[in-house]
């Protein structure tokens, strides 16, 4: 087998191990934010289910950390020994997980305080955060996988791994950058940083690729669709820088997904950031205070301060008419033509 054709089969193995279902909808109804790489965390919260592949250092001598909040996340129901907090590497810092479990691939690692991760609830929070339960802190637990269906930590070899997930979702994000605009888009840049898209007509699903010079900087961004439709909002540029507003108006935020396909740095600052947030090729995500107002899933390292949060709203759109079996041959395609390029490249020299 030559090394092309070992590349191409390495990755119809890892999107075969996550089957032909859209891996974007099995993870965004399980967790609030998922990080394939390391993550620094200092203020705000993960108010529902946190994942991160790497390392986790998180409030490291100040206030724990919250993650799986049932109080402000309602759609986070009681789930006897669910993980809550999965860490692929080790964790660094204090953090409350405050509805269940958290499941450590690697160790507590103390850094100017003492390592700690604390579990408050293991049933229904119904009155103080402090009242008894059967949630557990798993540690030292070794390289591990993902069960697609219920988001688990499971043995390694028995479920998604983590590299099969993200190429699985740069799949479908390659997959929802390559669909047509919908027809009968209405756009609007009045120059003054107020940049409006409104859908009209029925469809199956809403779709428009905004350019990078109206969608990056500070801008007043408004998308308006059908009530109830789902949305894709497709963001061209490498190198975004987010700051502003985002509003959604007539269908609800968690039916929208911005994708960030051809990003590979992102910082954001003081914005709330309305709809899922797929961003799977970047190398950088830097969140200074604002929010994300749905499933988040970065590729890479991610830093967020001052107290910018993660709120958990899950996505709930219908993606049903996405081709997906074209997305995975495209992948595949565009992985070995890459590597066939990079090859003639060198051998000119």
Same mark, same amino acid.
């Given at each position: 087998?030559?090394?092309?054709?070992?590349?191409?089969?390495?990755?119809?193995?890892?999107?075969?191990?996550?089957?032909?279902?859209?891996?974007?909808?099995?993870?965004?109804? $399980?967790?609030?934010?998922?990080?394939?790489?390391?993550?620094?965390?200092?203020?705000?919260?993960?108010?529902?289910?946190?994942?991160?592949?790497?390392?986790?250092?998180?409030?490291?001598?100040?206030?724990? +950390?919250?993650?799986?909040?049932?109080?402000?996340?309602?759609?986070?129901?009681?789930?006897?020994?669910?993980?809550?907090?999965?860490?692929?590497?080790?964790?660094?810092?204090? /953090?409350?997980?405050?509805?269940?479990?958290?499941?450590?691939?690697?160790?507590?690692?103390?850094?100017?305080?003492?390592?700690?991760?604390?579990?408050?609830?293991?049933?229904?929070?119904?009155?103080?955060? +402090?009242?008894?339960?059967?949630?557990?802190?798993?540690?030292?637990?070794?390289?591990?996988?993902?069960?697609?269906?219920?988001? $688990?930590?499971?043995?390694?070899?028995?479920?998604?791994?983590?590299?099969?997930?993200?190429?699985?979702?740069? /799949? *479908?994000?390659?997959?929802?950058?390559?669909?047509?605009?919908?027809?009968?888009?209405?756009?609007?840049?009045?120059? +003054?940083?107020?940049?409006?898209?409104?859908?009209?007509?029925?469809?199956?699903?809403?779709?428009?690729?905004?350019? *990078?010079?109206?969608?990056?900087?500070?801008? +007043?961004?408004?998308?308006?669709?059908?009530?109830?439709?789902?949305?894709?909002?497709?963001?061209?540029?490498?190198?975004?820088?987010?700051?502003?507003?985002?509003?959604? *108006?007539?269908?609800?935020?968690?039916?929208?997904?911005?994708?960030?396909?051809?990003?590979?740095?992102?910082?954001?600052?003081?914005?709330?950031?309305?709809?899922?947030?797929?961003?799977?090729?970047?190398?950088?995500?830097?969140?200074?205070?604002?929010?994300?107002?749905?499933?988040?899933?970065?590729?890479?390292?991610?830093?967020?301060?001052?107290?910018?949060?993660?709120?958990?709203?899950?996505?709930?759109?219908?993606?049903?008419?996405?081709?997906? /079996? $074209?997305?995975? /041959?495209?992948?595949?395609?565009?992985?070995?033509?890459?590597?066939?390029?990079?090859?003639?490249?060198?051998?000119?020299?």
């Amino acid at each position: 087998m030559n090394t092309t054709q070992a590349i191409t089969t390495s990755l119809a193995i890892a999107l075969s191990s996550v089957s032909s279902a859209a891996v974007f909808e099995e993870l965004s109804s $399980q967790f609030n934010v998922m990080i394939f790489g390391n993550f620094l965390g200092t203020g705000g919260d993960t108010e529902g289910r946190h994942f991160t592949s790497g390392n986790m250092s998180v409030n490291d001598g100040s206030n724990l +950390y919250t993650v799986a909040d049932a109080v402000v996340a309602p759609d986070l129901p009681y789930s006897p020994g669910r993980h809550d907090l999965i860490v692929g590497g080790n964790f660094t810092g204090k /953090a409350y997980v405050l509805t269940e479990s958290a499941y450590v691939g690697g160790s507590l690692v103390n850094g100017i305080s003492t390592a700690e991760i604390q579990v408050y609830n293991g049933s229904p929070i119904s009155g103080p955060y +402090y009242s008894s339960g059967t949630g557990t802190v798993t540690t030292n637990a070794g390289p591990f996988d993902i069960d697609l269906a219920t988001g $688990q930590a499971v043995a390694s070899g028995s479920g998604a791994s983590f590299d099969s997930m993200l190429t699985g979702l740069r /799949a *479908e994000s390659l997959a929802f950058s390559q669909l047509a605009n919908t027809a009968g888009t209405i756009t609007t840049n009045d120059g +003054y940083g107020n940049v409006s898209i409104t859908f009209n007509g029925v469809h199956d699903i809403y779709v428009y690729t905004v350019s *990078e010079a109206d969608w990056n900087g500070q801008k +007043y961004r408004t998308v308006n669709a059908p009530a109830d439709s789902t949305v894709i909002i497709n963001v061209e540029g490498s190198d975004i820088n987010l700051s502003g507003t985002m509003n959604i *108006e007539g269908t609800d935020l968690t039916n929208v997904i911005i994708n960030y396909q051809e990003a590979t740095s992102i910082a954001m600052t003081s914005m709330d950031h309305n709809g899922a947030l797929l961003a799977v090729n970047t190398t950088s995500y830097q969140q200074t205070a604002g929010g994300v107002n749905g499933a988040a899933f970065i590729a890479g390292d991610a830093e967020k301060d001052g107290g910018g949060e993660f709120h958990n709203h899950l996505f709930t759109g219908d993606l049903s008419a996405v081709p997906e /079996a $074209q997305s995975y /041959a495209l992948l595949l395609s565009l992985a070995a033509g890459a590597f066939v390029a990079t090859r003639r490249k060198r051998q000119q020299f």
